[in-house]
């Protein structure tokens, strides 16, 4: 899953001004800044199998572009629930599945979707209330 925050190009290019100013301070902050939303992410999301926050990593792409991502398909779903909708399936002609120990075969399946369970976003709003001060403890203190 990947979230695009509209307006982050005029912090990019603020950043890229403090970088030239500042020297590597700044990239240790954006990057420690990376690692903190990664955390927070991860200690947010739901886990029923792992999958999901084992995928949520962060990537350099660049001296002061990091890139954190969750990798798994669904990721979107958990963090933006989904409408009812039809389940076929794609490798076999019938879905295998167990209820109370019955195991069932099935050509189709109407999922009833699913709620909401933010954690992506509860972790950006939480990450940027810490921005100041991982900036103030690695820029500035050096």
């Known amino acids: 899953m990947v979230i695009e925050f509209i307006g982050l190009d005029k912090l990019a ?3 890229r001004r403090m970088a030239s100013q500042t020297g590597p ?3 240790e902050g954006i990057r420690e800044l990376s690692k903190l939303f990664q955390s927070e992410a991860a200690s947010r999301v739901p886990v029923k199998t792992g999958r999901l926050k084992s995928s949520i ?8 572009r990091y890139v954190v ?3 798994a398909p669904y990721a979107g779903y958990v963090e933006y629930g989904s ?5 076929e399936p794609t490798k076999s002609r019938a879905l295998r599945f167990s209820i109370d120990g ?3 075969y099935a050509r ?3 999922h009833p979707g699913s709620a909401p369970r933010p954690y992506w976003r509860p972790a950006y709003r939480e990450t940027v209330k810490k921005a100041a001060k991982v900036f103030a403890g690695v820029v500035w203190e050096g």
Not at 57 to 64: A, K, V
């Open 57 to 64: 990593q962060t990537r350099c792409e660049g001296s002061i």
């Open 108 to 110: 189709r399946v109407r």
């Open 13 to 15: 290019a603020a950043l």
């Open 69 to 71: 991502e969750a990798t």
């Open 25 to 27: 301070g700044v990239e």
């Open 83 to 87: 409408t009812s909708h039809l389940i």
């Open 102 to 104: 019955r195991v069932i």
